[in-house]
Protein backbone atom coordinates (compact mmCIF):
# COMPACT_ATOMS: atom_id res chain seq x y z
CA UNK A 1 0.00 0.00 0.00
CA UNK A 2 1.45 3.24 -1.29
CA UNK A 3 0.48 6.15 1.37
CA UNK A 4 0.84 9.52 -0.65
CA UNK A 5 1.03 12.60 1.45
CA UNK A 6 0.00 16.54 0.14
CA UNK A 7 3.56 17.04 -0.59
CA UNK A 8 4.73 14.13 -2.55
CA UNK A 9 1.25 15.38 -4.51
CA UNK A 10 2.37 19.10 -5.04
CA UNK A 11 5.73 17.75 -6.03
CA UNK A 12 3.81 15.40 -8.76
CA UNK A 13 1.38 17.06 -9.66
CA UNK A 14 3.19 19.72 -12.54
CA UNK A 15 4.61 16.95 -13.89
CA UNK A 16 1.44 15.38 -14.99
CA UNK A 17 -0.64 16.18 -18.44
CA UNK A 18 -3.93 15.87 -16.23
CA UNK A 19 -5.86 17.15 -18.80
CA UNK A 20 -6.32 14.71 -21.47
CA UNK A 21 -6.71 12.39 -19.17
CA UNK A 22 -9.49 14.06 -17.43
CA UNK A 23 -11.23 14.68 -21.22
CA UNK A 24 -10.93 10.94 -21.37
CA UNK A 25 -13.28 10.25 -18.37
CA UNK A 26 -15.49 12.38 -19.28
CA UNK A 27 -16.00 10.86 -22.30
CA UNK A 28 -15.92 8.00 -20.66
CA UNK A 29 -18.50 8.64 -18.67
CA UNK A 30 -21.09 9.84 -21.12
CA UNK A 31 -20.58 6.56 -22.95
CA UNK A 32 -22.02 4.92 -19.75
CA UNK A 33 -18.56 3.19 -19.20
CA UNK A 34 -18.69 4.07 -15.49
CA UNK A 35 -20.38 3.63 -12.65
CA UNK A 36 -21.02 6.17 -9.99
CA UNK A 37 -23.10 5.29 -7.08
CA UNK A 38 -25.21 7.63 -5.26
CA UNK A 39 -22.80 10.60 -3.48
CA UNK A 40 -22.83 9.41 0.93
CA UNK A 41 -23.80 12.35 2.56
CA UNK A 42 -23.38 12.92 6.21
CA UNK A 43 -24.39 16.06 8.49
CA UNK A 44 -22.78 17.28 11.87
CA UNK A 45 -23.24 20.07 14.05
CA UNK A 46 -20.06 21.33 13.02
CA UNK A 47 -19.89 20.62 9.33
CA UNK A 48 -20.77 18.11 6.72
CA UNK A 49 -19.43 14.95 4.90
CA UNK A 50 -19.27 13.74 1.39
CA UNK A 51 -18.58 10.42 0.51
CA UNK A 52 -17.87 10.51 -4.14
CA UNK A 53 -17.11 6.57 -5.17
CA UNK A 54 -16.75 4.69 -8.77
CA UNK A 55 -15.25 2.95 -11.46
CA UNK A 56 -14.65 2.96 -14.66
CA UNK A 57 -14.91 -0.26 -16.25
CA UNK A 58 -12.20 -2.58 -17.05
CA UNK A 59 -9.60 -0.02 -15.32
CA UNK A 60 -7.44 -1.37 -12.71
CA UNK A 61 -8.80 0.52 -9.82
CA UNK A 62 -11.82 1.99 -8.39
CA UNK A 63 -11.90 5.16 -6.15
CA UNK A 64 -13.35 6.36 -2.77
CA UNK A 65 -13.03 9.84 -2.03
CA UNK A 66 -14.20 11.77 1.70
CA UNK A 67 -14.50 15.50 1.61
CA UNK A 68 -15.82 17.34 4.14
CA UNK A 69 -16.58 20.92 4.84
CA UNK A 70 -16.49 22.61 8.52
CA UNK A 71 -17.43 26.00 7.97
CA UNK A 72 -15.76 27.28 11.63
CA UNK A 73 -12.29 26.05 10.87
CA UNK A 74 -10.89 29.43 9.64
CA UNK A 75 -11.55 30.90 12.65
CA UNK A 76 -8.86 28.00 14.14
CA UNK A 77 -6.44 28.55 11.36
CA UNK A 78 -7.57 25.52 9.33
CA UNK A 79 -8.81 25.42 6.20
CA UNK A 80 -12.64 24.54 5.93
CA UNK A 81 -11.95 21.98 3.07
CA UNK A 82 -10.74 18.88 3.93
CA UNK A 83 -10.64 15.35 2.33
CA UNK A 84 -8.75 12.16 0.91
CA UNK A 85 -9.09 9.69 -1.72
CA UNK A 86 -8.27 5.61 -1.65
CA UNK A 87 -7.41 3.82 -4.58
CA UNK A 88 -8.41 -0.06 -4.52
CA UNK A 89 -7.79 -2.80 -7.00
CA UNK A 90 -10.90 -4.39 -9.34
CA UNK A 91 -9.47 -7.16 -9.22
CA UNK A 92 -9.12 -8.11 -5.74
CA UNK A 93 -10.67 -5.03 -3.32
CA UNK A 94 -6.84 -4.90 -1.69
CA UNK A 95 -6.23 -1.10 -0.53
CA UNK A 96 -3.54 -0.21 -3.28
CA UNK A 97 -3.17 3.86 -2.42
CA UNK A 98 -3.90 6.10 0.25
CA UNK A 99 -3.86 9.91 -1.35
CA UNK A 100 -3.41 11.99 1.14
CA UNK A 101 -4.53 15.31 -0.65
CA UNK A 102 -6.36 17.64 2.00
CA UNK A 103 -8.85 18.38 -0.88
CA UNK A 104 -5.90 19.79 -3.21
CA UNK A 105 -7.63 16.84 -5.70
CA UNK A 106 -10.76 17.86 -5.60
CA UNK A 107 -9.56 21.47 -6.09
CA UNK A 108 -7.34 20.60 -9.53
CA UNK A 109 -9.77 18.64 -11.04
CA UNK A 110 -12.64 21.32 -10.72
CA UNK A 111 -10.08 23.19 -12.25
CA UNK A 112 -9.12 20.90 -15.22
CA UNK A 113 -13.25 20.92 -15.58
CA UNK A 114 -13.24 24.69 -15.96
CA UNK A 115 -9.67 24.39 -19.08
CA UNK A 116 -11.78 21.66 -20.88
CA UNK A 117 -14.96 23.49 -20.73
CA UNK A 118 -13.13 26.51 -22.35
CA UNK A 119 -11.09 23.98 -24.46
CA UNK A 120 -14.65 22.69 -26.49
CA UNK A 121 -16.33 25.96 -25.71
CA UNK A 122 -14.50 28.88 -25.74
CA UNK A 123 -14.69 31.06 -29.39
CA UNK A 124 -11.68 31.11 -30.98
CA UNK A 125 -10.60 34.13 -30.19
CA UNK A 126 -10.84 34.98 -26.34
CA UNK A 127 -9.75 38.81 -25.68
CA UNK A 128 -10.39 38.93 -21.98
CA UNK A 129 -10.72 36.09 -18.84
CA UNK A 130 -13.52 37.47 -17.01
CA UNK A 131 -13.28 35.46 -13.45
CA UNK A 132 -15.97 36.04 -10.97
CA UNK A 133 -14.62 35.76 -7.11
CA UNK A 134 -11.13 35.44 -6.11
CA UNK A 135 -10.90 32.63 -3.63
CA UNK A 136 -8.93 29.00 -3.97
CA UNK A 137 -11.18 28.13 -7.17
CA UNK A 138 -10.48 31.57 -9.32
CA UNK A 139 -6.94 31.27 -8.99
CA UNK A 140 -7.18 27.69 -9.88
CA UNK A 141 -8.99 28.12 -13.02
CA UNK A 142 -6.88 30.90 -14.00
CA UNK A 143 -3.69 28.71 -13.52
CA UNK A 144 -5.34 25.73 -15.75
CA UNK A 145 -6.87 28.06 -18.51
CA UNK A 146 -2.83 28.13 -19.50
CA UNK A 147 -3.26 24.83 -20.95
CA UNK A 148 -5.69 25.99 -23.29
CA UNK A 149 -5.71 29.70 -24.07
CA UNK A 150 -2.44 32.26 -24.70
CA UNK A 151 -5.15 35.28 -23.23
CA UNK A 152 -3.26 36.66 -20.08
CA UNK A 153 -5.96 39.73 -19.80
CA UNK A 154 -8.28 39.39 -17.08
CA UNK A 155 -10.70 41.16 -15.47
CA UNK A 156 -11.87 40.14 -12.23
CA UNK A 157 -14.81 40.62 -9.90
CA UNK A 158 -15.06 40.21 -5.95
CA UNK A 159 -16.49 41.37 -2.77
CA UNK A 160 -13.59 42.11 -0.48
CA UNK A 161 -10.72 45.08 -1.49
CA UNK A 162 -8.45 43.04 0.44
CA UNK A 163 -9.18 40.13 -1.21
CA UNK A 164 -9.01 41.23 -4.59
CA UNK A 165 -5.49 42.49 -4.10
CA UNK A 166 -4.23 39.22 -2.71
CA UNK A 167 -5.78 37.46 -5.91
CA UNK A 168 -4.10 40.39 -8.11
CA UNK A 169 -0.40 39.58 -6.30
CA UNK A 170 -0.93 35.69 -7.06
CA UNK A 171 -1.71 36.15 -10.44
CA UNK A 172 0.40 38.81 -11.95
CA UNK A 173 2.66 36.61 -10.72
CA UNK A 174 1.35 33.73 -12.50
CA UNK A 175 1.81 35.93 -15.72
CA UNK A 176 -1.60 37.47 -15.79
CA UNK A 177 -2.81 40.96 -16.05
CA UNK A 178 -5.33 42.09 -13.39
CA UNK A 179 -7.77 44.80 -13.62
CA UNK A 180 -11.07 44.72 -10.82
CA UNK A 181 -14.44 45.95 -11.88
CA UNK A 182 -18.09 45.32 -11.92
CA UNK A 183 -19.92 42.17 -12.73
CA UNK A 184 -21.65 43.61 -15.40
CA UNK A 185 -18.66 45.42 -17.22
CA UNK A 186 -16.91 42.32 -16.61
CA UNK A 187 -20.09 40.55 -18.42
CA UNK A 188 -19.37 43.12 -21.56
CA UNK A 189 -15.96 42.87 -21.99
CA UNK A 190 -14.80 39.55 -21.08
CA UNK A 191 -15.72 36.46 -23.94
CA UNK A 192 -14.62 33.58 -21.62
CA UNK A 193 -16.08 34.18 -18.05
CA UNK A 194 -16.08 32.27 -15.02
CA UNK A 195 -18.05 31.89 -12.12
CA UNK A 196 -16.21 30.84 -8.98
CA UNK A 197 -18.26 31.71 -5.91
CA UNK A 198 -21.00 29.86 -3.47
CA UNK A 199 -23.71 32.53 -4.44
CA UNK A 200 -27.01 31.65 -3.60
CA UNK A 201 -28.72 33.99 -5.63
CA UNK A 202 -27.36 34.98 -9.99
CA UNK A 203 -24.29 37.96 -10.26
CA UNK A 204 -24.12 37.24 -13.77
CA UNK A 205 -27.46 38.56 -15.73
CA UNK A 206 -28.87 37.88 -19.54
CA UNK A 207 -28.59 41.97 -20.33
CA UNK A 208 -24.78 41.90 -19.86
CA UNK A 209 -24.19 39.19 -21.97
CA UNK A 210 -22.26 39.79 -25.61
CA UNK A 211 -22.58 37.27 -28.31
CA UNK A 212 -19.57 35.13 -28.97
CA UNK A 213 -19.03 34.62 -24.90
CA UNK A 214 -18.19 31.21 -23.22
CA UNK A 215 -19.26 31.47 -19.44
CA UNK A 216 -18.33 28.42 -17.35
CA UNK A 217 -20.33 27.86 -13.67
CA UNK A 218 -17.82 26.18 -11.42
CA UNK A 219 -19.71 27.90 -8.21
CA UNK A 220 -22.61 26.16 -7.75
CA UNK A 221 -22.66 22.42 -7.12
CA UNK A 222 -25.90 22.39 -4.70
CA UNK A 223 -29.24 22.64 -5.43
CA UNK A 224 -29.36 25.76 -3.15
CA UNK A 225 -26.45 27.95 -4.77
CA UNK A 226 -26.86 29.77 -8.18
CA UNK A 227 -24.72 32.55 -9.82
CA UNK A 228 -26.44 32.54 -13.29
CA UNK A 229 -29.95 34.29 -14.45
CA UNK A 230 -31.66 31.57 -15.51
CA UNK A 231 -32.11 33.80 -18.36
CA UNK A 232 -28.83 33.42 -19.83
CA UNK A 233 -29.27 29.30 -19.83
CA UNK A 234 -32.84 30.08 -21.65
CA UNK A 235 -31.81 32.02 -24.69
CA UNK A 236 -27.53 30.34 -24.06
CA UNK A 237 -27.45 28.83 -27.87
CA UNK A 238 -25.73 25.70 -26.24
CA UNK A 239 -26.13 24.41 -22.65
CA UNK A 240 -23.78 21.78 -21.77
CA UNK A 241 -23.48 19.64 -18.25
CA UNK A 242 -20.46 17.49 -16.66
CA UNK A 243 -23.19 15.27 -16.04
CA UNK A 244 -26.91 15.56 -17.06
CA UNK A 245 -28.37 13.22 -14.60
CA UNK A 246 -26.63 15.11 -11.98
CA UNK A 247 -27.41 18.67 -13.16
CA UNK A 248 -31.15 17.89 -13.07
CA UNK A 249 -30.73 17.85 -9.17
CA UNK A 250 -28.43 20.76 -8.72
CA UNK A 251 -26.62 23.86 -10.29
CA UNK A 252 -27.08 25.86 -12.83
CA UNK A 253 -29.12 23.60 -15.07
CA UNK A 254 -31.71 22.41 -12.49
CA UNK A 255 -32.07 26.12 -11.58
CA UNK A 256 -33.31 26.64 -14.88
CA UNK A 257 -35.14 23.94 -14.90
CA UNK A 258 -36.69 24.73 -11.73
CA UNK A 259 -38.11 28.33 -13.15
CA UNK A 260 -38.99 26.61 -16.08
CA UNK A 261 -37.20 28.67 -18.32
CA UNK A 262 -35.52 25.82 -20.09
CA UNK A 263 -36.48 23.16 -22.46
CA UNK A 264 -35.65 19.59 -20.65
CA UNK A 265 -33.99 18.49 -23.79
CA UNK A 266 -31.40 21.41 -24.68
CA UNK A 267 -28.50 20.35 -22.25
CA UNK A 268 -26.06 18.85 -23.92
CA UNK A 269 -23.54 16.46 -22.03
CA UNK A 270 -19.48 17.28 -22.12
CA UNK A 271 -18.08 13.83 -22.71
CA UNK A 272 -20.32 13.45 -25.98
CA UNK A 273 -19.23 17.12 -26.84
CA UNK A 274 -15.46 15.88 -26.16
CA UNK A 275 -16.22 12.69 -28.73
CA UNK A 276 -17.83 14.57 -31.08
CA UNK A 277 -21.11 13.14 -30.66
CA UNK A 278 -22.92 15.74 -29.76
CA UNK A 279 -21.83 19.65 -31.88
CA UNK A 280 -20.41 22.25 -29.59
CA UNK A 281 -19.74 25.48 -31.15
CA UNK A 282 -20.51 26.00 -34.27
CA UNK A 283 -19.67 30.00 -34.78
CA UNK A 284 -17.72 32.59 -32.90
CA UNK A 285 -20.77 34.61 -32.70
CA UNK A 286 -22.57 32.14 -30.22
CA UNK A 287 -23.36 32.25 -26.65
CA UNK A 288 -22.04 28.90 -24.89
CA UNK A 289 -22.55 27.93 -20.75
CA UNK A 290 -21.18 24.95 -19.42
CA UNK A 291 -22.72 23.81 -15.77
CA UNK A 292 -19.90 22.05 -14.20
CA UNK A 293 -21.36 20.16 -10.61
CA UNK A 294 -18.14 17.93 -10.02
CA UNK A 295 -18.57 14.19 -11.27
CA UNK A 296 -16.73 11.06 -9.63
CA UNK A 297 -15.27 10.33 -12.84
CA UNK A 298 -12.69 13.41 -12.08
CA UNK A 299 -11.37 11.90 -9.01
CA UNK A 300 -11.45 8.34 -10.28
CA UNK A 301 -8.72 9.79 -13.02
CA UNK A 302 -6.63 12.56 -10.78
CA UNK A 303 -5.93 9.54 -8.44
CA UNK A 304 -5.00 7.22 -11.03
CA UNK A 305 -2.69 9.45 -12.39
CA UNK A 306 -1.49 10.71 -9.32
CA UNK A 307 -0.74 7.24 -8.17
CA UNK A 308 0.87 5.45 -11.07
CA UNK A 309 3.13 8.68 -11.24
CA UNK A 310 4.51 8.53 -7.28
CA UNK A 311 4.71 4.97 -7.73
CA UNK A 312 6.90 4.77 -10.52
CA UNK A 313 8.85 7.39 -8.37
CA UNK A 314 9.20 5.42 -5.10
CA UNK A 315 10.34 2.49 -7.45
CA UNK A 316 12.88 4.37 -9.42
CA UNK A 317 14.03 5.35 -5.18
CA UNK A 318 14.45 1.95 -3.99
CA UNK B 1 -2.63 11.87 11.46
CA UNK B 2 -1.64 7.90 12.86
CA UNK B 3 -1.41 5.28 10.73
CA UNK B 4 -2.42 1.96 12.49
CA UNK B 5 -1.22 -1.35 11.08
CA UNK B 6 -3.08 -4.72 11.62
CA UNK B 7 -0.25 -6.05 13.70
CA UNK B 8 -0.45 -3.37 15.99
CA UNK B 9 -4.13 -3.87 15.76
CA UNK B 10 -3.77 -7.36 16.64
CA UNK B 11 -1.31 -6.43 19.48
CA UNK B 12 -3.49 -4.11 21.26
CA UNK B 13 -6.62 -5.69 20.52
CA UNK B 14 -5.92 -8.48 23.57
CA UNK B 15 -5.41 -4.98 26.03
CA UNK B 16 -8.85 -3.59 25.52
CA UNK B 17 -12.10 -4.11 27.18
CA UNK B 18 -13.94 -3.66 24.42
CA UNK B 19 -17.28 -5.55 26.12
CA UNK B 20 -18.65 -2.38 27.60
CA UNK B 21 -17.84 0.16 25.14
CA UNK B 22 -19.49 -1.96 22.30
CA UNK B 23 -22.46 -1.90 24.94
CA UNK B 24 -22.67 1.77 25.31
CA UNK B 25 -22.68 1.67 21.79
CA UNK B 26 -25.82 -0.49 21.32
CA UNK B 27 -27.28 1.59 24.02
CA UNK B 28 -26.59 5.02 22.83
CA UNK B 29 -27.96 3.86 19.16
CA UNK B 30 -31.42 2.45 20.66
CA UNK B 31 -31.50 5.94 22.68
CA UNK B 32 -31.28 7.79 19.17
CA UNK B 33 -28.00 9.36 19.61
CA UNK B 34 -26.54 7.94 16.95
CA UNK B 35 -26.33 8.80 13.50
CA UNK B 36 -25.70 6.34 10.83
CA UNK B 37 -26.78 7.45 7.35
CA UNK B 38 -27.73 4.43 4.60
CA UNK B 39 -24.68 2.08 3.84
CA UNK B 40 -23.12 3.08 0.69
CA UNK B 41 -22.88 -0.18 -1.72
CA UNK B 42 -21.10 -0.86 -5.07
CA UNK B 43 -20.55 -3.88 -7.38
CA UNK B 44 -17.92 -4.85 -9.30
CA UNK B 45 -17.14 -7.44 -11.73
CA UNK B 46 -15.33 -9.59 -9.17
CA UNK B 47 -16.64 -8.42 -5.79
CA UNK B 48 -18.63 -6.03 -3.93
CA UNK B 49 -17.87 -3.24 -1.79
CA UNK B 50 -19.84 -1.52 1.51
CA UNK B 51 -19.33 2.01 3.00
CA UNK B 52 -20.59 2.14 6.70
CA UNK B 53 -20.19 5.57 8.55
CA UNK B 54 -21.79 7.57 11.14
CA UNK B 55 -20.92 8.96 14.27
CA UNK B 56 -22.23 9.37 18.18
CA UNK B 57 -23.87 12.62 18.74
CA UNK B 58 -21.18 14.78 21.53
CA UNK B 59 -18.32 11.87 20.90
CA UNK B 60 -14.76 13.27 19.58
CA UNK B 61 -15.12 11.38 16.24
CA UNK B 62 -16.88 9.98 13.14
CA UNK B 63 -16.04 6.71 11.49
CA UNK B 64 -15.98 5.65 7.92
CA UNK B 65 -15.51 2.29 6.99
CA UNK B 66 -14.82 0.33 4.29
CA UNK B 67 -15.39 -2.95 3.79
CA UNK B 68 -15.08 -4.98 0.93
CA UNK B 69 -15.96 -8.98 -0.46
CA UNK B 70 -13.95 -10.35 -3.60
CA UNK B 71 -15.14 -14.29 -3.43
CA UNK B 72 -12.46 -15.03 -6.27
CA UNK B 73 -9.72 -13.80 -3.99
CA UNK B 74 -8.68 -17.08 -2.40
CA UNK B 75 -7.95 -18.85 -5.52
CA UNK B 76 -5.50 -16.22 -5.36
CA UNK B 77 -3.96 -16.81 -1.81
CA UNK B 78 -5.81 -13.80 -0.53
CA UNK B 79 -8.34 -13.21 2.04
CA UNK B 80 -11.77 -12.58 0.17
CA UNK B 81 -12.84 -10.16 2.81
CA UNK B 82 -10.66 -6.61 3.45
CA UNK B 83 -11.33 -3.59 4.69
CA UNK B 84 -10.22 -0.25 6.60
CA UNK B 85 -11.98 2.35 9.02
CA UNK B 86 -11.15 6.02 9.20
CA UNK B 87 -11.40 8.21 11.92
CA UNK B 88 -11.89 11.90 11.85
CA UNK B 89 -12.50 14.64 14.31
CA UNK B 90 -16.29 15.81 14.83
CA UNK B 91 -15.11 19.29 15.13
CA UNK B 92 -13.17 20.12 12.39
CA UNK B 93 -13.31 17.81 9.57
CA UNK B 94 -9.48 16.04 9.90
CA UNK B 95 -8.47 13.16 9.34
CA UNK B 96 -7.27 12.06 12.82
CA UNK B 97 -6.41 7.67 12.30
CA UNK B 98 -6.36 5.15 9.71
CA UNK B 99 -6.75 1.70 11.10
CA UNK B 100 -5.65 -0.61 8.23
CA UNK B 101 -7.62 -3.55 9.86
CA UNK B 102 -7.99 -5.48 6.55
CA UNK B 103 -11.70 -6.25 8.16
CA UNK B 104 -10.69 -8.07 11.21
CA UNK B 105 -12.27 -5.39 13.49
CA UNK B 106 -15.58 -6.04 11.79
CA UNK B 107 -15.08 -9.58 12.45
CA UNK B 108 -14.29 -8.90 16.15
CA UNK B 109 -16.89 -6.57 16.93
CA UNK B 110 -19.12 -8.67 15.36
CA UNK B 111 -18.35 -11.63 17.53
CA UNK B 112 -18.35 -9.17 20.93
CA UNK B 113 -21.90 -8.49 19.64
CA UNK B 114 -22.80 -12.29 20.01
CA UNK B 115 -21.07 -12.04 23.44
CA UNK B 116 -23.19 -9.03 24.46
CA UNK B 117 -26.33 -11.03 23.16
CA UNK B 118 -25.26 -14.29 25.53
CA UNK B 119 -24.56 -11.66 28.26
CA UNK B 120 -28.27 -10.40 28.23
CA UNK B 121 -30.80 -12.89 27.02
CA UNK B 122 -28.96 -16.67 27.58
CA UNK B 123 -29.90 -18.72 30.44
CA UNK B 124 -28.25 -18.29 33.81
CA UNK B 125 -26.67 -21.78 33.46
CA UNK B 126 -25.37 -23.01 30.08
CA UNK B 127 -24.54 -26.40 30.40
CA UNK B 128 -23.28 -26.79 26.18
CA UNK B 129 -22.25 -23.98 23.93
CA UNK B 130 -23.85 -25.17 20.25
CA UNK B 131 -22.22 -23.47 17.16
CA UNK B 132 -22.78 -24.04 13.63
CA UNK B 133 -20.17 -23.60 11.40
CA UNK B 134 -16.28 -23.54 11.56
CA UNK B 135 -15.16 -20.27 10.05
CA UNK B 136 -13.54 -17.04 11.39
CA UNK B 137 -16.59 -16.00 12.60
CA UNK B 138 -17.26 -19.28 14.22
CA UNK B 139 -14.07 -19.25 16.47
CA UNK B 140 -14.13 -15.11 17.47
CA UNK B 141 -17.71 -16.41 18.81
CA UNK B 142 -16.71 -19.11 20.75
CA UNK B 143 -13.51 -17.28 22.27
CA UNK B 144 -15.52 -13.80 22.59
CA UNK B 145 -17.95 -16.31 24.94
CA UNK B 146 -15.18 -16.64 27.14
CA UNK B 147 -15.59 -12.87 28.35
CA UNK B 148 -19.52 -13.75 29.40
CA UNK B 149 -19.35 -17.42 30.32
CA UNK B 150 -17.48 -20.32 32.02
CA UNK B 151 -18.90 -22.58 29.99
CA UNK B 152 -16.27 -24.64 27.66
CA UNK B 153 -18.17 -27.38 26.43
CA UNK B 154 -18.99 -27.02 22.79
CA UNK B 155 -20.75 -29.07 20.01
CA UNK B 156 -20.09 -27.74 16.89
CA UNK B 157 -21.47 -28.44 13.28
CA UNK B 158 -19.90 -27.71 9.90
CA UNK B 159 -20.05 -29.31 6.11
CA UNK B 160 -16.59 -30.09 6.23
CA UNK B 161 -14.81 -32.90 8.27
CA UNK B 162 -11.24 -30.95 7.56
CA UNK B 163 -12.80 -27.66 8.31
CA UNK B 164 -14.28 -29.07 11.43
CA UNK B 165 -11.06 -31.00 12.13
CA UNK B 166 -9.01 -27.57 12.00
CA UNK B 167 -11.72 -25.58 14.08
CA UNK B 168 -11.24 -28.53 16.99
CA UNK B 169 -7.60 -28.32 16.66
CA UNK B 170 -7.67 -24.35 17.45
CA UNK B 171 -10.09 -24.09 19.64
CA UNK B 172 -8.96 -26.85 22.12
CA UNK B 173 -5.95 -24.76 22.39
CA UNK B 174 -8.24 -22.00 23.67
CA UNK B 175 -9.14 -24.28 26.36
CA UNK B 176 -12.42 -25.69 24.69
CA UNK B 177 -13.94 -29.30 24.72
CA UNK B 178 -15.06 -29.72 20.92
CA UNK B 179 -17.50 -32.44 19.99
CA UNK B 180 -19.38 -32.48 16.30
CA UNK B 181 -22.49 -33.61 15.69
CA UNK B 182 -25.75 -32.83 13.64
CA UNK B 183 -27.61 -29.51 13.81
CA UNK B 184 -31.17 -31.44 15.78
CA UNK B 185 -28.54 -32.93 18.43
CA UNK B 186 -26.40 -29.83 18.73
CA UNK B 187 -29.74 -28.20 18.95
CA UNK B 188 -31.49 -30.36 21.64
CA UNK B 189 -28.16 -30.59 23.59
CA UNK B 190 -27.12 -26.52 23.77
CA UNK B 191 -29.12 -24.23 25.58
CA UNK B 192 -26.30 -21.50 23.84
CA UNK B 193 -26.42 -22.15 20.49
CA UNK B 194 -24.83 -19.14 17.77
CA UNK B 195 -25.29 -19.63 14.19
CA UNK B 196 -22.16 -17.74 11.77
CA UNK B 197 -22.87 -19.20 8.53
CA UNK B 198 -23.86 -18.01 5.42
CA UNK B 199 -26.81 -20.03 4.48
CA UNK B 200 -29.82 -19.06 2.12
CA UNK B 201 -32.00 -21.70 3.66
CA UNK B 202 -33.08 -22.39 7.21
CA UNK B 203 -30.74 -24.95 9.59
CA UNK B 204 -31.63 -24.67 12.57
CA UNK B 205 -35.69 -25.70 13.60
CA UNK B 206 -38.23 -25.35 15.34
CA UNK B 207 -38.94 -28.68 16.57
CA UNK B 208 -35.78 -29.14 17.73
CA UNK B 209 -35.18 -26.37 20.10
CA UNK B 210 -35.97 -26.70 23.94
CA UNK B 211 -36.56 -24.70 26.53
CA UNK B 212 -34.60 -22.51 28.27
CA UNK B 213 -32.38 -22.21 24.72
CA UNK B 214 -30.98 -18.80 23.97
CA UNK B 215 -29.81 -18.55 19.86
CA UNK B 216 -27.79 -15.74 18.24
CA UNK B 217 -27.91 -15.66 14.21
CA UNK B 218 -24.78 -13.96 12.85
CA UNK B 219 -24.67 -15.34 9.60
CA UNK B 220 -27.71 -13.78 7.90
CA UNK B 221 -27.01 -10.08 7.16
CA UNK B 222 -28.70 -9.52 3.78
CA UNK B 223 -32.11 -9.90 2.42
CA UNK B 224 -31.52 -12.90 1.26
CA UNK B 225 -29.58 -15.07 3.93
CA UNK B 226 -31.49 -17.54 6.09
CA UNK B 227 -30.74 -20.03 9.15
CA UNK B 228 -32.96 -20.12 10.95
CA UNK B 229 -36.31 -21.83 10.77
CA UNK B 230 -39.06 -18.67 10.73
CA UNK B 231 -41.20 -20.78 13.48
CA UNK B 232 -38.09 -20.04 15.35
CA UNK B 233 -39.33 -16.52 15.89
CA UNK B 234 -42.83 -16.86 16.04
CA UNK B 235 -42.85 -18.94 18.79
CA UNK B 236 -39.65 -17.92 20.97
CA UNK B 237 -40.38 -15.86 24.25
CA UNK B 238 -38.08 -13.34 23.43
CA UNK B 239 -36.75 -11.36 20.38
CA UNK B 240 -33.85 -9.48 19.74
CA UNK B 241 -32.65 -7.02 16.99
CA UNK B 242 -29.44 -5.22 17.35
CA UNK B 243 -31.25 -2.36 14.80
CA UNK B 244 -35.15 -3.31 14.38
CA UNK B 245 -34.53 -0.63 11.48
CA UNK B 246 -32.35 -2.25 9.72
CA UNK B 247 -33.80 -5.86 10.91
CA UNK B 248 -37.04 -4.98 9.02
CA UNK B 249 -34.77 -5.48 5.80
CA UNK B 250 -32.27 -8.01 6.30
CA UNK B 251 -31.62 -11.08 8.72
CA UNK B 252 -34.12 -13.66 10.29
CA UNK B 253 -36.34 -10.97 11.69
CA UNK B 254 -36.50 -9.67 8.42
CA UNK B 255 -37.48 -13.44 6.93
CA UNK B 256 -40.12 -14.11 9.47
CA UNK B 257 -41.49 -11.21 8.63
CA UNK B 258 -41.87 -11.89 5.24
CA UNK B 259 -43.19 -15.39 5.43
CA UNK B 260 -46.23 -13.65 7.41
CA UNK B 261 -45.21 -15.59 10.90
CA UNK B 262 -44.32 -12.91 13.46
CA UNK B 263 -46.64 -10.06 14.69
CA UNK B 264 -44.68 -6.38 13.95
CA UNK B 265 -44.64 -5.64 17.50
CA UNK B 266 -42.56 -8.92 18.95
CA UNK B 267 -38.68 -7.88 18.09
CA UNK B 268 -37.35 -5.68 20.87
CA UNK B 269 -33.95 -3.81 20.40
CA UNK B 270 -30.46 -5.29 22.01
CA UNK B 271 -29.81 -1.47 22.98
CA UNK B 272 -33.03 -1.46 25.38
CA UNK B 273 -32.11 -4.86 26.34
CA UNK B 274 -28.51 -3.69 27.91
CA UNK B 275 -30.24 -0.12 29.14
CA UNK B 276 -33.71 -2.28 30.65
CA UNK B 277 -35.77 -0.23 29.09
CA UNK B 278 -36.94 -3.51 27.96
CA UNK B 279 -37.27 -5.99 29.51
CA UNK B 280 -35.50 -9.51 28.73
CA UNK B 281 -35.20 -13.28 29.53
CA UNK B 282 -36.97 -13.53 32.64
CA UNK B 283 -36.90 -16.93 33.19
CA UNK B 284 -34.45 -19.91 32.83
CA UNK B 285 -36.92 -21.89 30.74
CA UNK B 286 -38.14 -18.65 28.16
CA UNK B 287 -36.01 -19.27 24.40
CA UNK B 288 -34.68 -16.14 22.88
CA UNK B 289 -33.60 -15.41 19.81
CA UNK B 290 -31.00 -12.45 19.33
CA UNK B 291 -30.78 -11.12 15.15
CA UNK B 292 -27.33 -9.60 15.03
CA UNK B 293 -26.86 -7.82 11.37
CA UNK B 294 -24.11 -5.46 12.44
CA UNK B 295 -24.34 -1.68 12.63
CA UNK B 296 -22.06 1.27 12.11
CA UNK B 297 -22.22 2.19 16.01
CA UNK B 298 -20.21 -1.21 16.59
CA UNK B 299 -17.52 -0.15 14.23
CA UNK B 300 -17.28 3.46 15.58
CA UNK B 301 -16.71 2.56 19.04
CA UNK B 302 -14.26 -0.46 18.18
CA UNK B 303 -12.12 1.62 16.05
CA UNK B 304 -12.42 4.49 18.73
CA UNK B 305 -11.38 2.10 21.19
CA UNK B 306 -8.28 0.72 19.27
CA UNK B 307 -7.23 4.34 18.08
CA UNK B 308 -6.73 5.90 21.65
CA UNK B 309 -5.11 2.80 22.83
CA UNK B 310 -2.74 3.03 19.64
CA UNK B 311 -2.71 6.85 20.23
CA UNK B 312 -1.11 6.07 24.10
CA UNK B 313 1.44 3.86 22.81
CA UNK B 314 2.68 6.20 20.36
CA UNK B 315 2.84 9.26 22.81
CA UNK B 316 4.34 6.83 25.19
CA UNK B 317 7.48 5.80 22.82
CA UNK B 318 8.17 9.11 21.40
Known amino acids: MLLITLEQIREV ?6 LPSIEEGFRAYSEGKVVVPPVGEMLLQKGEVHIKYGYVKDNDFYVIKVASGFYANPDLGLPSSNGLMLLFSQETGLLISILLDEGHLTDVRTALAGAIAARYLAPSKINRIGIVGTGTQARLQLKYLRQVTDCREVCVWGRSAE ?10 LEGFRIESTSISDLAKRCKLIVCTTPSKTPLLFWKDIRPG ?7 SDTPEKQELDPMILRYANIVVGDSLEQCKLRGEI ?3 FDAGVMDSKKPIELGHVISGITPGRSSDKQISVADLTGVAVQDIRIACEVYKTCLEKSAFKS
Chains 1, 2 share one sequence.
Request: charged share 25%; net charge negative.
Open 254 to 256: FQA
Open 213 to 219: THITAIG
Open 13 to 18: LPQLDL
Open 163 to 172: KLESFRAEME
